[in-house]
């Protein structure tokens, strides 16, 4: 499988091991990235769209004078 490399600020790779438990910078970063492919996944799978910024934006009914 192909490798990329990418450089990181190293408070943020710190901060990424803490939060994951990774025993490494690498493990970590992996670990946010597959996640955050699940999730994308499991979103589409109940909205049928990438993101979920439709189920932010609530229609408004119109006010009625009563």
């Given at each position: 499988?192909?490798?990329?490399?990418?450089?990181?600020?190293?408070?943020?790779?710190?901060?990424?091991?803490m939060?994951?438990?990774?025993?490494?910078?690498?493990?970590?970063?992996?670990?946010?990235?597959?996640?955050?492919?699940?999730?994308?996944r499991?979103?589409?799978?109940?909205?049928?769209?990438?993101?979920?910024?439709?189920?932010l934006?609530?229609?408004?009914?119109?006010?009625?004078?009563?």
């Open positions: 499988m192909p490798k990329v490399t990418v450089s990181l600020d190293a408070d943020l790779a710190i901060d990424v091991m939060l994951s438990g990774a025993a490494n910078p690498q493990d970590a970063v992996e670990l946010i990235v597959r996640d955050y492919l699940a999730r994308s499991r979103t589409e799978a109940r909205t049928g769209e990438p993101d979920d910024s439709g189920r934006q609530r229609e408004r009914r119109p006010e009625t004078d009563g």
